[in-house]
């Protein structure tokens, strides 16, 4: 099993910066993808942005240029840096690490950590 523990939500206004984070612990072959996902109320999860093990970065077109993804793999962990922020940014942040070798891969999630942007 793998631990996803998250940090870094908060109440912030507009144009204000938050630096999520998530650490995997626990019993860790590889760690292939990770990314962060939102979820706003009444609307689905959906994805904001995911890295891959190689490095290789998607954004979803709503954060292009006010998020950055990044990784430590030595620490397990992976980070959003949130810029410019918006009052539709508010949602709960969840953490997604891919874990195992290629014939067992499982999805882990964290516990989610609340987003809010307001004046």
């Known amino acids: 099993q793998v631990q996803l523990v998250e940090s870094g939500g908060g109440l912030v206004q507009p144009g204000g910066s938050l630096r999520l984070s998530c650490a995997a612990s626990?019993?860790?072959?590889?760690?292939?993808?990770m990314g962060w996902y939102r979820q706003a109320p009444g609307k689905q999860r959906e994805l904001v942005a995911t890295?891959?093990?190689?490095?290789?970065?998607n954004y979803d077109d709503s954060v292009k240029g006010r998020f950055t993804i990044s990784r430590d793999s030595a620490k397990n962990t992976v980070y959003l840096q949130m810029n410019r922020l918006k009052p539709e940014d508010t949602a709960v942040y969840y953490c997604?690490?891919?874990?195992?070798?290629?014939?067992?891969?499982?999805?882990?999630w964290g516990q989610g950590t609340q987003v809010t942007v307001s004046s």
């Open positions: 997604n690490v891919n874990e195992g070798p290629l014939w067992r891969r499982r999805d882990y």
């Open positions: 626990g019993s860790i072959f590889v760690i292939n993808a």
């Open positions: 890295i891959t093990d190689g490095g290789s970065q």
